[in-house]
């Protein structure tokens, strides 16, 4: 098992192509400005020693010494030992509605950044619970199976978008349809699948579909994204706007979030709706009626040890950073001989 601990770090690695751009602009305006003083071929006898590998040389260094301690403050750890360990919690699925409405921008950035945005810091907040994602539109269909890997959970939720499913609507029931096979242990007390869509379902049975999760012990918790006035549904190319979507007579489609259907959903299965637009409220929510829950047992593999690896990069680095002191910038013997950047 491989972890990154702090990806932030990452951002130090942007300082390399600055520190290239410096040296290549440094380097134009000394030429610039040698060229005032003294002709080319008269500088290179005043400066027979000067060495433009050497320059270049020290540059490479420099970039490796800032990969190294970037990798190091990242501080990469590798699983060593696998063991089978107990834990309690409930298992959650989410069902993300990724249909073309979820492209409307009446809740920024739009529905599903939002919707993505929600699961995530819902699932930021888990402690030992289980976790699966399904993604919807005119169907369903599975994303990840009931898992403990929340950094897996958050990785599949991030890829997913409007263009994963051709067939278009917002088939509610088969979402829910769907979620039942999830929950394959009959000793599982608490199921949870949570909802998160605008609510514009185009078929009669999302509320049949409630029922017969009900029976199975599914509470169904929704979240709504969007707003009740509705807006536009947006048809990009390179992330700029061309034009909106249109019905057959030419008119600009509105989507508009359908809370009542949400709400219905919710109260079929004893569970309760919220509208999404405060992200913390829902979170916050959500955790309390998984609290008051009772827990179920259960054994997942997991990796308990980890061995931290900064400490190899960062010797790297100090490595690379006691060469750059050795190395001066003046040509050696072996190196001239070779004339790699043919230098007279």
């Not at 006691?322 to 050696?332: M, N, Q």
Request: hydrophobic share 45%; net charge neutral; charged share 25%.
């Amino acid at each position: 098992m491989f972890e990154l601990e702090e990806k932030i770090y990452f951002y130090v690695l942007l300082v390399i192509p600055v520190l290239v751009v410096a040296f290549l602009i440094l380097s134009i305006w000394r030429k610039k400005t040698q060229k005032q003083f003294a002709d080319h071929k008269l500088l290179q006898r005043l400066t027979p020693e000067k060495s433009v590998f050497k320059l270049v040389f020290k540059v490479v260094l420099w970039s490796l010494v800032i990969v190294c301690f970037a990798i190091g403050l990242v501080n990469p750890k590798f699983g060593t030992k696998l063991e089978t360990v107990k834990r309690e919690g409930v298992d959650i699925v989410f069902a993300v509605d990724v249909s073309k409405s979820m492209l409307a921008e009446d809740i920024a950035p739009n529905r599903i950044e939002k919707s993505k945005q929600l699961v995530t810091q819902i699932i930021n907040n888990l402690a030992s619970d289980r976790v699966g994602i399904i993604a919807y539109a005119g169907q369903a269909y599975p994303q990840l199976p009931i898992t403990t890997d929340y950094a897996s959970a958050k990785m599949f939720l991030q890829n997913m978008n409007t263009d994963m499913l051709s067939s278009q609507g917002t088939a509610i029931a088969d979402a829910i349809e769907m979620a039942t096979t999830y929950f394959n242990d009959e000793e599982q007390s608490n199921r949870i699948l949570v909802i998160i869509s605008d609510g514009e379902d185009h078929s009669d049975n999302a509320i049949e579909a409630a029922i017969n999760a009900a029976e199975k012990g599914i509470k169904i918790f929704t979240i709504g994204v969007g707003k009740s006035a509705g807006g536009p549904i947006p048809l990009k190319r390179n992330g700029i706007i061309q034009s909106y979507k249109k019905d057959q007579h030419g008119e600009t489609v509105i989507t508009k979030l359908n809370e009542t259907v949400l709400r219905e959903i919710a109260t079929t299965t004893n569970g309760f709706y919220m509208n999404g637009k405060n992200t913390q409220q829902v979170v916050d929510a959500v955790k309390k009626r998984l609290l008051a829950m009772d827990k179920k047992e259960f054994e997942t593999k997991q990796y308990t040890d980890f061995d931290h690896q900064f400490q190899w990069f960062l010797g790297f680095g100090l490595f690379f950073l006691f060469i750059d002191v050795l190395v001066s910038e003046k040509k050696t013997k072996w190196i001239k001989q070779l004339n790699l950047f043919n230098e007279k």
